[in-house]
């Protein structure tokens, strides 16, 4: 467990920049345009605080007014009705919240498929990977490392920024319509499941994991294999397969196997509010997935071993 621990902390001293100073960027980014939009706006997305009443009758029954194109939806305590306009308010706040999240994961893709790409090939292009040699740590445990840290670490960096983000935009959000003289507890507060919300984008880190565990593995192959570019040794034979198949069968099967089970659904997953899985497709897409991933890094470790330097 050492080991592992301390080849962790070395691909974050190695990668700060892309695993640490960049999500601190971007929540500096995101926060400048969320009080943008909160200052000289007055609004989050479509709903305006400006919209909004609040009254208090003298039985002590509560109601929120809230206008749209000049109609109003009343809320009452009494009956527990709200009309349709009023529930859009609760989409409009949680499109907020996934729109923050959106946007670090699908940085975290792009940092993640970069990492996984280079990080079995620089180290050979340097010559680092001889010193890392002579440390009491095995190849597949250098490995198995890289793999955790591009498909858990990375993913839960970002996320862990995220929440941050999406915690200051509720707080905001309830300040705002507090100056505004509103109650924020009947005017957003309401509209916000932030444990809901923080415990699906949690658990979709490792659902998503999974899910992608052989196509990452194949990363790491073609950065252990490469000599000069391992995105060309990544994307060429797969290119290769696809136009086979579409020359020979005229079919588009082998694409549309790789973008459903390993790549285009997992990345809308990981960015939306929840992901509809059919189990025992899912089972058995992550059984035949770790399966592949035992093969790709079975070769990933014996190149490592073998063929590490690269010729110049």
């Known amino acids: ?28 980014l995101v926060t ?18 400006e919209k909004i009443t609040h009254t ?9 007014s809230i206008q749209f194109d000049n109609n109003t939806s ?11 306009q009023y529930y859009d308010n609760q989409k409009i706040i949680d499109n907020g919240l ?12 792009f940092v ?15 010559r680092s990977i001889l010193f890392w040699k002579s440390m009491p740590v095995s190849e597949l445990q250098t490995v198995t490392a890289k793999l955790f840290v591009g498909l858990i670490a990375i993913p839960l960096t970002y996320t862990l920024a995220s929440w941050s983000i999406q915690l200051l935009y509720s707080i905001a959000a309830m300040v705002f ?44 192959t073609a950065s252990a294999l490469a000599k000069r570019s391992p995105f060309l040794v990544a994307i060429v034979p797969i290119v290769a397969l696809i136009m086979v198949e579409r020359l020979i069968f005229g079919t588009d099967y082998f694409i549309d196997w790789v973008g459903k089970n390993f790549a285009i ?12 899985i059919d189990v025992s497709n899912y089972l058995a897409t992550v059984i035949f997935g770790i399966v592949i991933t035992h093969f790709l890094l079975t070769i990933t470790v014996w190149l490592r071993n073998h063929r590490f330097e690269i010729d110049t």
């Open 1 to 28: 467990m050492n080991n592992y621990l301390t080849l962790i902390n070395r691909e974050f001293r190695e990668h700060r920049n892309a695993f640490v100073i960049t999500p601190l960027v971007m929540m500096a």
């Open 32 to 49: 400048a345009a969320m009080l943008f939009a909160l200052t000289f706006m007055g609004s989050i997305g479509d709903f305006s605080y």
């Open 56 to 64: 208090q009758s003298d039985n002590t029954e509560s109601h929120v």
């Open 74 to 84: 009343v809320m009452n305590n009494e009956n527990k009705t709200m009309s349709s």
């Open 98 to 109: 996934y729109a923050i999240h959106s946007t670090f994961i699908v940085t975290a893709f």
């Open 112 to 126: 993640v498929l970069f990492y996984l790409l280079g990080t079995l090939f620089n180290d050979r292009k340097d």
């Open 177 to 220: 319509a507090s100056n505004l003289e509103h109650d924020p507890w009947l005017a957003i507060w309401p509209f916000l499941d932030l444990p809901r919300t923080f415990a699906t984008q949690f658990g979709l880190i490792f659902i998503v994991g999974l899910w992608v565990l052989p196509l990452s593995a194949w990363l790491l």
């Open 265 to 276: 659904e997992s990345l809308t997953a990981l960015a939306s509010r929840s992901v509809e």
